[in-house]
Protein backbone atom coordinates (compact mmCIF):
# COMPACT_ATOMS: atom_id res chain seq x y z
CA UNK A 1 0.00 0.00 0.00
CA UNK A 2 1.79 3.49 -0.80
CA UNK A 3 2.15 5.64 1.64
CA UNK A 4 -0.62 8.35 0.81
CA UNK A 5 -2.80 5.95 1.18
CA UNK A 6 -1.20 4.93 4.32
CA UNK A 7 -1.35 8.00 6.08
CA UNK A 8 -4.93 9.22 4.86
CA UNK A 9 -6.08 5.41 6.64
CA UNK A 10 -4.63 6.40 9.81
CA UNK A 11 -6.34 10.09 9.91
CA UNK A 12 -9.57 8.43 9.36
CA UNK A 13 -9.04 5.43 12.25
CA UNK A 14 -8.18 8.20 14.29
CA UNK A 15 -11.24 9.87 13.64
CA UNK A 16 -13.01 6.77 13.80
CA UNK A 17 -11.79 4.68 16.90
CA UNK A 18 -13.82 1.32 16.44
CA UNK A 19 -15.87 1.16 13.38
CA UNK A 20 -14.14 -2.00 11.81
CA UNK A 21 -16.52 -1.98 9.34
CA UNK A 22 -16.50 1.54 8.31
CA UNK A 23 -12.82 1.19 7.63
CA UNK A 24 -13.02 -1.69 6.00
CA UNK A 25 -15.30 -0.03 3.11
CA UNK A 26 -13.15 3.30 3.36
CA UNK A 27 -9.51 1.25 2.51
CA UNK A 28 -11.09 -0.25 -0.22
CA UNK A 29 -11.80 2.62 -1.77
CA UNK A 30 -9.39 4.31 -0.80
CA UNK A 31 -6.34 1.77 -2.21
CA UNK A 32 -8.13 2.41 -5.92
CA UNK A 33 -9.31 6.15 -5.43
CA UNK A 34 -6.12 7.78 -4.12
CA UNK A 35 -3.88 6.39 -6.80
CA UNK A 36 -6.60 7.73 -9.24
CA UNK A 37 -6.48 11.31 -7.90
CA UNK A 38 -2.63 11.26 -7.29
CA UNK A 39 -2.80 10.69 -11.39
CA UNK A 40 -5.80 13.55 -11.87
CA UNK A 41 -4.32 16.88 -10.58
CA UNK A 42 -8.64 18.24 -11.25
CA UNK A 43 -8.92 16.39 -7.91
CA UNK A 44 -6.05 17.08 -6.10
CA UNK A 45 -5.96 19.67 -3.35
CA UNK A 46 -9.59 20.24 -2.61
CA UNK A 47 -9.64 16.96 0.11
CA UNK A 48 -12.28 15.28 -1.77
CA UNK A 49 -11.98 11.73 -0.53
CA UNK A 50 -11.22 13.43 3.45
CA UNK A 51 -14.87 15.29 3.35
CA UNK A 52 -16.57 12.30 1.44
CA UNK A 53 -15.68 9.93 4.74
CA UNK A 54 -17.35 12.30 6.86
CA UNK A 55 -21.29 12.56 7.03
CA UNK A 56 -22.85 15.23 6.29
CA UNK A 57 -24.88 14.42 9.03
CA UNK A 58 -25.77 11.89 11.86
CA UNK A 59 -29.02 11.50 13.54
CA UNK A 60 -29.17 9.16 16.54
CA UNK A 61 -32.11 8.52 18.31
CA UNK A 62 -34.35 6.79 21.43
CA UNK A 63 -37.48 4.32 20.10
CA UNK A 64 -39.77 3.78 23.50
CA UNK A 65 -42.10 1.50 22.63
CA UNK A 66 -44.49 -1.26 23.95
CA UNK A 67 -44.36 -4.94 23.12
CA UNK A 68 -47.60 -6.83 23.61
CA UNK A 69 -47.15 -8.01 27.33
CA UNK A 70 -47.55 -4.38 27.88
CA UNK A 71 -43.89 -4.16 28.67
CA UNK A 72 -41.90 -0.94 27.73
CA UNK A 73 -38.41 -1.37 25.38
CA UNK A 74 -35.69 0.70 24.55
CA UNK A 75 -34.24 0.62 21.03
CA UNK A 76 -31.73 2.94 19.52
CA UNK A 77 -32.42 4.34 15.82
CA UNK A 78 -29.74 6.07 13.71
CA UNK A 79 -30.31 7.55 10.51
CA UNK A 80 -26.74 8.30 8.39
CA UNK A 81 -26.81 11.35 5.86
CA UNK A 82 -23.79 10.75 4.40
CA UNK A 83 -23.37 12.89 0.74
CA UNK A 84 -26.37 15.20 -0.90
CA UNK A 85 -23.61 16.34 -3.82
CA UNK A 86 -25.56 14.77 -6.91
CA UNK A 87 -29.20 13.98 -5.07
CA UNK A 88 -31.52 13.76 -2.03
CA UNK A 89 -29.81 10.89 0.56
CA UNK A 90 -31.37 7.70 -0.62
CA UNK A 91 -30.67 4.04 1.35
CA UNK A 92 -32.57 1.83 3.27
CA UNK A 93 -33.09 1.13 6.75
CA UNK A 94 -32.06 -2.14 8.47
CA UNK A 95 -33.24 -3.69 11.28
CA UNK A 96 -31.40 -6.38 12.63
CA UNK A 97 -29.69 -6.39 16.81
CA UNK A 98 -25.99 -6.05 15.16
CA UNK A 99 -26.78 -2.86 13.81
CA UNK A 100 -24.20 -0.15 15.32
CA UNK A 101 -23.05 3.36 14.02
CA UNK A 102 -19.72 1.22 12.34
CA UNK A 103 -22.42 -1.11 10.22
CA UNK A 104 -24.37 1.93 9.20
CA UNK A 105 -21.75 4.37 8.21
CA UNK A 106 -20.22 1.32 5.88
CA UNK A 107 -23.35 1.02 4.40
CA UNK A 108 -23.79 4.93 3.80
CA UNK A 109 -20.56 5.47 2.83
CA UNK A 110 -20.93 2.66 0.28
CA UNK A 111 -24.08 4.02 -0.59
CA UNK A 112 -23.09 7.35 -2.19
CA UNK A 113 -20.53 5.45 -4.70
CA UNK A 114 -23.15 2.40 -5.61
CA UNK A 115 -26.21 5.43 -5.72
CA UNK A 116 -24.17 7.77 -8.03
CA UNK A 117 -23.17 4.58 -10.28
CA UNK A 118 -26.69 4.20 -11.23
CA UNK A 119 -26.71 7.54 -13.21
CA UNK A 120 -29.55 8.84 -11.38
CA UNK A 121 -29.65 11.72 -9.04
CA UNK A 122 -29.48 9.85 -5.95
CA UNK A 123 -27.22 10.80 -2.95
CA UNK A 124 -26.31 8.17 -0.46
CA UNK A 125 -27.82 7.49 3.09
CA UNK A 126 -28.74 4.59 5.50
CA UNK A 127 -30.21 4.16 8.62
CA UNK A 128 -31.82 1.20 11.20
CA UNK A 129 -31.66 0.40 14.29
CA UNK A 130 -31.02 -2.57 16.29
CA UNK A 131 -34.31 -3.93 17.02
CA UNK A 132 -34.94 -7.71 16.35
CA UNK A 133 -37.89 -8.43 14.56
CA UNK A 134 -37.15 -11.84 14.67
CA UNK A 135 -40.15 -13.68 16.92
CA UNK A 136 -42.30 -10.25 17.12
CA UNK A 137 -45.63 -10.64 16.47
CA UNK A 138 -47.31 -8.23 13.62
CA UNK A 139 -49.05 -6.00 16.10
CA UNK A 140 -45.16 -5.01 17.83
CA UNK A 141 -43.44 -4.33 14.21
CA UNK A 142 -45.95 -1.85 13.78
CA UNK A 143 -46.08 -0.40 16.96
CA UNK A 144 -41.97 -0.48 16.44
CA UNK A 145 -42.21 0.93 12.58
CA UNK A 146 -44.62 3.74 14.01
CA UNK A 147 -42.08 4.66 16.82
CA UNK A 148 -39.48 4.99 14.78
CA UNK A 149 -40.70 7.02 12.33
CA UNK A 150 -41.97 9.33 14.58
CA UNK A 151 -38.94 10.66 15.34
CA UNK A 152 -37.37 10.15 11.79
CA UNK A 153 -40.20 11.89 10.26
CA UNK A 154 -38.42 15.28 10.79
CA UNK A 155 -35.14 14.52 9.18
CA UNK A 156 -36.99 13.13 5.97
CA UNK A 157 -38.88 13.95 2.81
CA UNK A 158 -39.47 13.53 -0.84
CA UNK A 159 -36.65 16.07 -1.89
CA UNK A 160 -34.53 15.52 1.36
CA UNK A 161 -33.71 12.03 1.83
CA UNK A 162 -35.88 9.04 0.99
CA UNK A 163 -35.38 5.68 2.68
CA UNK A 164 -36.24 2.17 2.19
CA UNK A 165 -35.51 -1.53 2.63
CA UNK A 166 -32.80 -3.14 3.70
CA UNK A 167 -32.18 -6.38 6.17
CA UNK A 168 -35.11 -7.14 8.17
CA UNK A 169 -37.35 -4.47 6.37
CA UNK A 170 -39.30 -5.21 3.63
CA UNK A 171 -43.08 -4.31 2.11
CA UNK A 172 -44.79 -4.58 5.71
CA UNK A 173 -42.30 -2.60 7.54
CA UNK A 174 -42.30 0.16 4.64
CA UNK A 175 -46.34 0.08 4.55
CA UNK A 176 -46.29 0.81 8.40
CA UNK A 177 -43.52 3.30 8.20
CA UNK A 178 -45.03 5.44 4.88
CA UNK A 179 -48.55 4.99 7.04
CA UNK A 180 -46.91 6.84 9.74
CA UNK A 181 -44.98 9.48 8.05
CA UNK A 182 -48.76 10.45 6.17
CA UNK A 183 -50.42 10.55 9.98
CA UNK A 184 -47.86 12.93 10.88
CA UNK A 185 -46.93 15.05 8.12
CA UNK A 186 -50.38 15.14 6.57
CA UNK A 187 -48.73 14.97 3.25
CA UNK A 188 -48.98 11.87 0.32
CA UNK A 189 -45.38 11.69 -0.88
CA UNK A 190 -42.91 9.59 -2.07
CA UNK A 191 -41.02 9.55 0.94
CA UNK A 192 -39.69 6.27 0.99
CA UNK A 193 -39.25 3.62 -1.64
CA UNK A 194 -40.50 0.13 -1.71
CA UNK A 195 -44.07 0.87 -0.92
CA UNK A 196 -47.00 -1.06 -2.13
CA UNK A 197 -48.15 -1.02 -5.58
CA UNK A 198 -51.49 0.57 -4.60
CA UNK A 199 -49.84 3.57 -2.89
CA UNK A 200 -47.26 4.32 -5.03
CA UNK A 201 -44.65 1.47 -4.97
CA UNK A 202 -42.80 0.16 -8.63
CA UNK A 203 -43.46 -2.97 -9.94
CA UNK A 204 -39.96 -4.45 -10.22
CA UNK A 205 -39.31 -2.72 -7.37
CA UNK A 206 -39.00 -6.24 -4.50
CA UNK A 207 -37.44 -8.23 -7.63
CA UNK A 208 -34.70 -5.48 -9.05
CA UNK A 209 -31.61 -5.97 -6.51
CA UNK A 210 -31.92 -9.73 -7.20
CA UNK A 211 -32.64 -9.55 -10.89
CA UNK A 212 -29.68 -6.69 -10.71
CA UNK A 213 -27.02 -9.06 -9.72
CA UNK A 214 -27.88 -11.58 -11.96
CA UNK A 215 -27.63 -9.37 -14.84
CA UNK A 216 -24.70 -7.58 -13.92
CA UNK A 217 -23.48 -11.34 -13.54
CA UNK A 218 -24.80 -12.21 -16.90
CA UNK A 219 -22.44 -9.16 -18.44
CA UNK A 220 -19.80 -10.38 -16.97
CA UNK A 221 -19.71 -13.86 -17.88
CA UNK A 222 -20.27 -12.11 -21.96
CA UNK A 223 -17.32 -10.76 -21.84
CA UNK A 224 -16.21 -14.52 -21.66
CA UNK A 225 -18.17 -15.86 -24.15
CA UNK A 226 -20.19 -17.40 -21.10
CA UNK A 227 -24.05 -17.47 -19.72
CA UNK A 228 -26.00 -18.89 -16.62
CA UNK A 229 -27.38 -22.01 -18.96
CA UNK A 230 -26.30 -25.29 -17.22
CA UNK A 231 -24.03 -23.06 -14.92
CA UNK A 232 -24.30 -24.52 -11.00
CA UNK A 233 -25.26 -21.71 -8.49
CA UNK A 234 -24.81 -21.15 -5.49
CA UNK A 235 -26.63 -19.00 -3.41
CA UNK A 236 -26.20 -17.36 0.44
CA UNK A 237 -29.11 -16.28 1.87
CA UNK A 238 -32.86 -16.58 1.69
CA UNK A 239 -34.41 -12.82 1.82
CA UNK A 240 -35.26 -10.41 -0.37
CA UNK A 241 -32.33 -10.46 -2.97
CA UNK A 242 -31.34 -14.29 -2.34
CA UNK A 243 -34.87 -15.08 -3.43
CA UNK A 244 -35.35 -12.99 -7.18
CA UNK A 245 -31.34 -14.09 -7.57
CA UNK A 246 -32.39 -17.51 -7.18
CA UNK A 247 -35.64 -16.56 -9.41
CA UNK A 248 -33.86 -15.49 -12.27
CA UNK A 249 -30.93 -17.36 -12.27
CA UNK A 250 -33.10 -20.17 -12.67
CA UNK A 251 -35.03 -18.38 -15.22
CA UNK A 252 -31.65 -18.08 -17.58
CA UNK A 253 -30.92 -21.72 -17.33
CA UNK A 254 -28.58 -21.70 -14.04
CA UNK A 255 -29.11 -24.43 -11.37
CA UNK A 256 -29.11 -23.20 -8.54
CA UNK A 257 -28.52 -25.44 -5.08
CA UNK A 258 -28.12 -23.72 -2.21
CA UNK A 259 -29.87 -20.76 0.14
CA UNK A 260 -29.27 -19.97 3.51
CA UNK A 261 -30.06 -18.21 7.17
CA UNK A 262 -27.94 -17.15 10.08
CA UNK A 263 -28.82 -21.15 11.27
CA UNK A 264 -27.10 -22.90 8.11
CA UNK A 265 -27.33 -23.64 4.58
CA UNK A 266 -30.08 -25.88 2.65
CA UNK A 267 -28.11 -27.98 -0.49
CA UNK A 268 -30.23 -29.29 -2.82
CA UNK A 269 -28.42 -31.18 -5.76
CA UNK A 270 -32.13 -31.45 -7.73
CA UNK A 271 -31.72 -27.84 -8.06
CA UNK A 272 -34.38 -25.40 -6.78
CA UNK A 273 -36.99 -25.34 -9.50
CA UNK A 274 -40.05 -22.32 -8.83
CA UNK A 275 -42.46 -24.83 -7.41
CA UNK A 276 -39.19 -24.91 -4.29
CA UNK A 277 -38.58 -21.30 -4.50
CA UNK A 278 -42.38 -20.42 -4.00
CA UNK A 279 -42.10 -22.51 -0.83
CA UNK A 280 -38.92 -20.75 0.90
CA UNK A 281 -40.89 -17.91 -0.19
CA UNK A 282 -43.51 -18.50 2.02
CA UNK A 283 -41.66 -19.93 4.75
CA UNK A 284 -39.58 -16.52 4.42
CA UNK A 285 -42.01 -14.09 3.65
CA UNK A 286 -45.06 -15.33 4.91
CA UNK A 287 -44.02 -17.32 8.30
CA UNK A 288 -41.25 -15.50 8.68
CA UNK A 289 -39.52 -19.11 10.15
CA UNK A 290 -36.33 -20.61 9.10
CA UNK A 291 -34.43 -22.12 6.27
CA UNK A 292 -34.31 -25.97 7.50
CA UNK A 293 -38.04 -25.92 6.99
CA UNK A 294 -37.37 -27.06 3.22
CA UNK A 295 -36.00 -30.39 3.79
CA UNK A 296 -39.09 -31.39 5.72
CA UNK A 297 -41.06 -30.76 2.55
CA UNK A 298 -38.60 -31.97 -0.06
CA UNK A 299 -36.72 -34.46 1.91
CA UNK A 300 -33.74 -35.15 -0.96
CA UNK A 301 -32.36 -31.99 -0.12
CA UNK A 302 -29.98 -31.92 3.09
CA UNK A 303 -29.49 -28.75 5.63
CA UNK A 304 -25.93 -28.12 6.69
CA UNK A 305 -26.30 -26.43 10.13
CA UNK A 306 -24.37 -23.79 11.29
CA UNK A 307 -22.25 -23.67 7.85
CA UNK A 308 -21.99 -21.43 4.68
CA UNK A 309 -22.49 -23.03 1.46
CA UNK A 310 -18.90 -21.72 0.26
CA UNK A 311 -17.67 -25.53 0.50
CA UNK A 312 -20.02 -26.33 -2.31
CA UNK A 313 -18.96 -26.97 -5.52
CA UNK A 314 -20.21 -24.60 -8.54
CA UNK A 315 -19.65 -22.23 -11.23
CA UNK A 316 -21.33 -18.99 -10.16
CA UNK A 317 -21.28 -17.61 -6.54
CA UNK A 318 -24.04 -15.52 -5.74
CA UNK A 319 -23.67 -13.58 -1.84
CA UNK A 320 -27.16 -12.29 -1.47
CA UNK A 321 -27.04 -12.50 3.02
CA UNK A 322 -24.27 -10.09 5.28
CA UNK A 323 -21.24 -8.79 5.31
CA UNK A 324 -18.09 -10.56 5.94
CA UNK A 325 -19.82 -13.88 5.39
CA UNK A 326 -17.64 -15.11 2.96
CA UNK A 327 -14.13 -15.25 4.18
CA UNK A 328 -10.53 -15.65 2.40
CA UNK A 329 -10.41 -19.88 3.21
CA UNK A 330 -13.51 -19.71 1.45
CA UNK A 331 -12.67 -18.02 -1.55
CA UNK A 332 -9.95 -20.40 -2.06
CA UNK A 333 -11.99 -22.90 -1.38
CA UNK A 334 -14.53 -21.79 -4.38
CA UNK A 335 -11.56 -21.17 -6.69
CA UNK A 336 -10.50 -24.30 -6.49
CA UNK A 337 -14.11 -25.91 -7.01
CA UNK A 338 -13.98 -24.26 -10.49
CA UNK A 339 -15.94 -20.85 -9.39
CA UNK A 340 -15.84 -18.65 -12.54
CA UNK A 341 -17.52 -15.82 -11.43
CA UNK A 342 -18.50 -13.77 -7.92
CA UNK A 343 -21.35 -11.35 -7.90
CA UNK A 344 -22.09 -10.01 -4.48
CA UNK A 345 -25.85 -9.57 -4.02
CA UNK A 346 -25.14 -8.57 -0.13
CA UNK A 347 -23.32 -5.56 0.84
CA UNK A 348 -19.84 -6.09 1.23
CA UNK A 349 -20.29 -9.97 1.79
CA UNK A 350 -16.71 -10.76 1.01
CA UNK A 351 -14.08 -9.86 3.72
CA UNK A 352 -10.35 -8.03 2.20
CA UNK A 353 -8.91 -11.52 2.02
CA UNK A 354 -11.69 -12.82 -0.05
CA UNK A 355 -11.67 -10.33 -2.32
CA UNK A 356 -7.69 -10.30 -2.52
CA UNK A 357 -8.08 -13.59 -3.32
CA UNK A 358 -10.58 -13.60 -6.51
CA UNK A 359 -8.98 -10.71 -8.03
CA UNK A 360 -5.54 -12.27 -7.92
CA UNK A 361 -6.79 -15.32 -9.52
CA UNK A 362 -8.45 -12.89 -11.90
CA UNK A 363 -11.96 -14.71 -11.70
CA UNK A 364 -15.34 -12.65 -12.90
CA UNK A 365 -15.53 -10.32 -9.31
CA UNK A 366 -18.11 -8.12 -8.87
CA UNK A 367 -18.21 -5.87 -5.76
CA UNK A 368 -22.21 -4.94 -4.59
CA UNK A 369 -21.84 -1.62 -4.73
CA UNK A 370 -21.92 -2.29 -8.79
CA UNK A 371 -23.98 -5.80 -8.89
CA UNK A 372 -26.40 -4.76 -6.27
CA UNK A 373 -27.30 -1.35 -7.44
CA UNK A 374 -30.32 -2.24 -9.17
CA UNK A 375 -32.41 -2.51 -5.70
CA UNK A 376 -31.57 1.24 -5.20
CA UNK A 377 -31.90 2.16 -9.22
CA UNK A 378 -35.04 0.89 -9.44
CA UNK A 379 -36.01 2.78 -5.93
CA UNK A 380 -34.72 5.57 -7.81
CA UNK A 381 -37.06 4.99 -11.00
CA UNK A 382 -40.00 4.26 -8.42
CA UNK A 383 -39.44 8.39 -6.98
CA UNK A 384 -39.60 9.27 -10.86
CA UNK A 385 -43.02 7.38 -11.19
CA UNK A 386 -43.91 8.92 -7.88
CA UNK A 387 -43.09 12.99 -8.91
CA UNK A 388 -44.80 11.82 -12.62
CA UNK A 389 -47.87 10.65 -10.65
CA UNK A 390 -47.51 7.37 -13.15
CA UNK A 391 -46.57 3.99 -13.18
CA UNK A 392 -44.86 2.16 -15.66
CA UNK A 393 -45.62 -1.35 -16.76
CA UNK A 394 -43.42 -4.34 -15.55
CA UNK A 395 -41.87 -4.52 -18.63
CA UNK A 396 -40.54 -1.11 -19.20
CA UNK A 397 -39.28 -0.96 -15.71
CA UNK A 398 -37.66 -4.35 -16.38
CA UNK A 399 -36.05 -2.76 -19.88
CA UNK A 400 -35.04 0.63 -17.71
CA UNK A 401 -32.84 -1.96 -14.81
CA UNK A 402 -31.52 -4.24 -17.55
CA UNK A 403 -30.25 -0.73 -19.43
CA UNK A 404 -28.49 0.57 -16.01
CA UNK A 405 -27.31 -2.87 -14.98
CA UNK A 406 -25.39 -2.49 -18.93
CA UNK A 407 -24.40 0.65 -17.87
CA UNK A 408 -22.72 0.25 -14.70
CA UNK A 409 -21.24 -2.66 -16.03
CA UNK A 410 -19.70 -0.41 -18.98
CA UNK A 411 -18.55 1.82 -16.28
CA UNK A 412 -16.72 -0.61 -14.78
CA UNK A 413 -15.07 -2.02 -17.58
CA UNK A 414 -14.09 1.77 -18.39
CA UNK A 415 -12.12 2.65 -15.61
CA UNK A 416 -10.90 -1.08 -14.23
CA UNK A 417 -9.54 -2.36 -17.56
CA UNK A 418 -6.23 -3.33 -16.36
CA UNK A 419 -3.21 -3.73 -19.06
CA UNK A 420 -3.45 -7.09 -19.68
CA UNK A 421 -7.32 -6.80 -20.14
CA UNK A 422 -7.86 -8.26 -16.85
CA UNK A 423 -11.17 -5.86 -15.72
CA UNK A 424 -10.72 -5.16 -11.82
CA UNK A 425 -14.34 -4.18 -11.03
CA UNK A 426 -13.37 -3.10 -7.57
CA UNK A 427 -11.42 -0.39 -9.21
CA UNK A 428 -13.66 0.16 -11.97
CA UNK A 429 -16.81 0.65 -9.63
CA UNK A 430 -14.87 2.93 -7.07
CA UNK A 431 -13.05 5.20 -9.61
CA UNK A 432 -16.47 5.77 -11.80
CA UNK A 433 -18.63 5.90 -8.73
CA UNK A 434 -16.42 8.92 -7.58
CA UNK A 435 -15.63 10.88 -10.46
CA UNK A 436 -19.57 11.76 -10.57
CA UNK A 437 -19.91 12.92 -6.87
CA UNK A 438 -16.58 14.49 -7.07
CA UNK A 439 -17.28 16.73 -10.05
CA UNK A 440 -20.38 17.65 -8.52
CA UNK A 441 -18.57 18.74 -5.33
CA UNK A 442 -16.18 20.29 -7.07
CA UNK A 443 -18.94 22.44 -8.88
CA UNK A 444 -20.83 23.19 -5.72
CA UNK A 445 -17.55 24.79 -4.19
CA UNK A 446 -16.24 23.43 -0.67
CA UNK A 447 -20.02 23.15 1.78
N1 LIG B 1 -33.19 -5.27 -0.11
C1 LIG B 1 -32.52 -4.58 -1.03
O1 LIG B 1 -33.10 -4.02 -1.95
C2 LIG B 1 -31.05 -4.49 -0.97
C3 LIG B 1 -30.31 -5.24 -0.07
N2 LIG B 1 -28.94 -5.23 -0.15
C4 LIG B 1 -28.15 -6.05 0.75
O2 LIG B 1 -28.45 -7.42 0.52
C5 LIG B 1 -28.28 -8.17 1.74
C6 LIG B 1 -29.54 -8.93 2.07
O3 LIG B 1 -30.61 -8.01 2.24
P1 LIG B 1 -32.14 -8.46 2.13
O4 LIG B 1 -32.26 -9.68 1.31
O5 LIG B 1 -32.90 -7.25 1.76
O6 LIG B 1 -32.48 -8.77 3.66
P2 LIG B 1 -33.51 -9.82 4.27
O7 LIG B 1 -33.73 -9.38 5.66
O8 LIG B 1 -34.66 -9.99 3.36
O9 LIG B 1 -32.68 -11.18 4.25
C7 LIG B 1 -31.45 -11.26 4.87
C8 LIG B 1 -30.93 -12.67 4.76
O10 LIG B 1 -29.59 -12.71 5.21
C9 LIG B 1 -29.49 -13.58 6.36
N3 LIG B 1 -28.59 -12.99 7.37
C10 LIG B 1 -28.71 -11.80 7.99
N4 LIG B 1 -27.72 -11.63 8.87
C11 LIG B 1 -26.98 -12.75 8.81
C12 LIG B 1 -25.84 -13.18 9.46
N5 LIG B 1 -25.23 -12.42 10.38
N6 LIG B 1 -25.33 -14.41 9.12
C13 LIG B 1 -25.94 -15.19 8.19
N7 LIG B 1 -27.04 -14.81 7.54
C14 LIG B 1 -27.55 -13.62 7.84
C15 LIG B 1 -30.90 -13.65 6.92
O11 LIG B 1 -31.01 -14.81 7.74
P3 LIG B 1 -31.76 -14.71 9.16
O12 LIG B 1 -33.20 -14.59 8.81
O13 LIG B 1 -31.41 -15.97 9.85
O14 LIG B 1 -31.23 -13.49 9.85
C16 LIG B 1 -31.69 -13.66 5.63
O15 LIG B 1 -31.67 -14.91 5.00
C17 LIG B 1 -27.81 -7.15 2.78
O16 LIG B 1 -26.41 -7.07 2.76
C18 LIG B 1 -28.38 -5.84 2.23
O17 LIG B 1 -27.68 -4.72 2.71
C19 LIG B 1 -28.28 -4.52 -1.10
C20 LIG B 1 -28.96 -3.76 -2.00
C21 LIG B 1 -30.38 -3.60 -1.94
O1 LIG C 1 -33.64 1.22 -2.46
C1 LIG C 1 -32.99 1.90 -1.68
O2 LIG C 1 -33.14 3.10 -1.54
C2 LIG C 1 -31.99 1.29 -0.75
C3 LIG C 1 -31.28 0.09 -1.22
C4 LIG C 1 -30.16 -0.19 -0.28
O3 LIG C 1 -30.28 0.00 0.91
C5 LIG C 1 -28.90 -0.64 -0.82
O4 LIG C 1 -28.67 -0.46 -2.01
O5 LIG C 1 -28.08 -1.17 -0.04
Known amino acids: ?43 QGKMLLERMVEPERVIMFRIAW ?27 IR ?16 QVFKNS ?53 GGREVGYMFGQYKKLRNEFTGVLTGKGISFGGSLIRPEATGYGDVYFA ?7 GQSFEGKTVVVSGSGNVAQYAIEKATQLGGKVVTASDSSGYIYDADGITTEKLAYIMEIKNVRYGRINEYVAKYPNAKFV ?10 DIALPCATQNELNGEEAKMLIANGCICVAEGANMPSTPEAVETFIAAKILFAPGKASNAGGVATSG ?15 EV ?42 AMLAQGVV
Open 1 to 43: MSQSVNAFLEAVAKRNANEPEFMQAVREVAETVIPFIEKNPKY
Open 66 to 92: IDDAGNTQVNRGFRIQMNSAIGPYKGG
Open 95 to 110: FHPSVNLSILKFLAFE
Open 117 to 169: LTTLPMGGGKGGSDFDPKGKSDNEIMKFCQAFMTELQRHIGADTDVPAGDIGV
Open 218 to 224: QNMLATK
Open 305 to 314: EGKRPWEVKC
Open 381 to 395: LEMSQNSLRLSWTRE
Open 398 to 439: DQRLHKIMSDIHEACVKYGTEADGFVDYVKGANIAGFVKVAD
